[in-house]
Nanobody, 126 residues
C-alpha cells in the first residue's frame, strides 16, 4: 500500500521558518516527481514546488520563489520543503504528492500526481 506521510506543520509567526517532511513508502518511486501543493480554506489546491527524482530539477510557484526550497533526502523517497520568511498568506494545508515523470510532464497540475498524503496544517499569524 502506497503511503505518503507529511509532518512538520504547525503555527508560526510571520517571518518565521518551517521545514515540512514527506516520507513515501509502499512502492519504488524511481522516476517519480515529488511535489508539494497547498490548499487554503475556500480555495483550490495550488502548486507550491516540485523536484525530479534525481533532485537535479526543481520548480516553484512564483509566490514562493526565493523563500521556499524543495529537496530530496539521501533516501530518495523522502522530500523536504524548507519555508522561510513565512507570510500569513502561506497559511494552508500542505500536501505531498508523487507522480510518474515523463518527457513533457507538467509538474504544476494536480493531475500529474497519482499519490497524495493526508496533509499537514501550516498557520502563519501576523
Amino acid at each position: 500500500q502506497v503511503q505518503l506521510v507529511e509532518s512538520g506543520g504547525r503555527s508560526v509567526q510571520s517571518g518565521g521558518s518551517l521545514r515540512l517532511s514527506c516520507v513515501a513508502s509502499g512502492r519504488t518511486f524511481s522516476s517519480y516527481v515529488m511535489g508539494w501543493f497547498r490548499q487554503a480554506p475556500g480555495k483550490e489546491r495550488e502548486f507550491v514546488a516540485a523536484i525530479s527524482w534525481s533532485g537535479d530539477s526543481t520548480y516553484y510557484a512564483d509566490s514562493v520563489k526565493g523563500r521556499f526550497t524543495i529537496s530530496r533526502g539521501i533516501v530518495k523517497n523522502t522530500v523536504y520543503l524548507q519555508m522561510n520568511t513565512l507570510k500569513p498568506e502561506d497559511t494552508a494545508v500542505y500536501y505531498c504528492a508523487a507522480g510518474p515523470a515523463h518527457t513533457g510532464v507538467v509538474v504544476t497540475t494536480t493531475r500529474t500526481y497519482d499519490y497524495w498524503g493526508q496533509g499537514t496544517q501550516v498557520t502563519v499569524s501576523s
